[in-house]
């Protein structure tokens, strides 16, 4: 193994353009860390905006671009007895993804799904933990509940669409930009999906009737809020996982007291690798099964060289995605299956 690697860079924040190759050493794992050699690495919308200069890094965690990845473990640190080295995993990393080797804390690993290939693999940490977070930890998604999904081909909003159904036999509903995508949802098992460039809100009023969504899972926030606590049912829940259409939003508080509805947010990169322990032990056991047995799916909408990551973020900003784009970092492993 050589003494260094390659990563990718900013030069300040703005478009792809900004990104660039560049050396750096292989960094060693810490106590309780594992050092994975990154066979592929996962393309997320945090990486977007950290990109953009919107969204910083927390104290601690590596500056570079990059939230999950899986591959080999190369070494591993003082305390971690759950992995050796030569195990295949997928990891949801603190940042530092988008590098032929990154640290990250041994909870935060989990074993590759059995028949799953590397680039499978990487597309499953981020946006499985924040579904899991956000839909069963924090919105307390219960058994028959009916949920929305605010964009529902993402990489999170597939993922939590097809846990809804799968683990509560929830009846879920989801918006997305085109034809193409509303048919994916349907696809996933929404009992509706509605184009949210129309009047997404009224078109789901006629199919509730009298019901209100008890779950609510959205990114966008800003005027999208009081249009969402006003479908909300008596103790429903809205969790927002960001604010792409706003910092701010006027809210109707006396109705949200008096329908005991819930307003919350979340990050998951600032909490301590116990709490993501928590998610990845949960996936494993009651996730994991169904993503062997292909009940739950992920689907890789571009497989890209490492070479080419500025096209890679480019999909993103263009929006063109249906579900995750990967960067291959090791070109000729990324479409195998460990073993």
Known sequence: MSADMNVVETRGAGGPEVLYHARRPIPRPGAGEVLIR????????????????????????????????SGIVEAVGEGVSNFSAGDAVCALVNGGGYAEYCTVPSLQCMPIPRGFTFAQAASLPE?????????FMLGQLADGEHMLVQGGTSGVGMAA???????????????????DKLQVC?????????????????????QLGDRGIDLILDGQAGPYTQRELDLLAFDGRLVLIASHLGAEANVNLRQ??????????????????????????????????????GRIETRLHAILPFADVAE???????????GKVVMAVDLARAETVPG
């Open 38 to 69: 990154v066979i592929v690495a996962g393309v997320n919308r945090p990486d977007i905006q950290q990109r953009r200069g919107l969204y910083p890094p927390p104290p601690g965690a590596s500056e570079l671009l990059g939230l999950d990845v």
């Open 127 to 135: 946006v499985f933990f924040t579904a899991w977070n956000n839909v």
């Open 161 to 179: 669409i097809q846990m809804a159904r799968t683990l509560r036999g929830a009846t879920v509903y989801a918006t997305a930009g085109d034809e």
């Open 186 to 206: 349907r696809d996933l098992g929404c009992a509706y999906a509605v184009d949210y460039h129309g009047a997404w809100d009224d078109e789901l009023r006629k």
């Open 256 to 293: 949200l007291v008096r329908r005991r509805q819930t307003l919350t947010g979340s990050t998951l990169r600032p909490r301590p690798a116990s709490y993501k322990g928590g998610i990845a032990r949960d996936l494993v056991e009651q996730v994991w099964p169904h993503l062997e047995s």
């Open 312 to 322: 890679a973020h480019a999909i993103l900003d263009a929006n063109q995605q249906i």
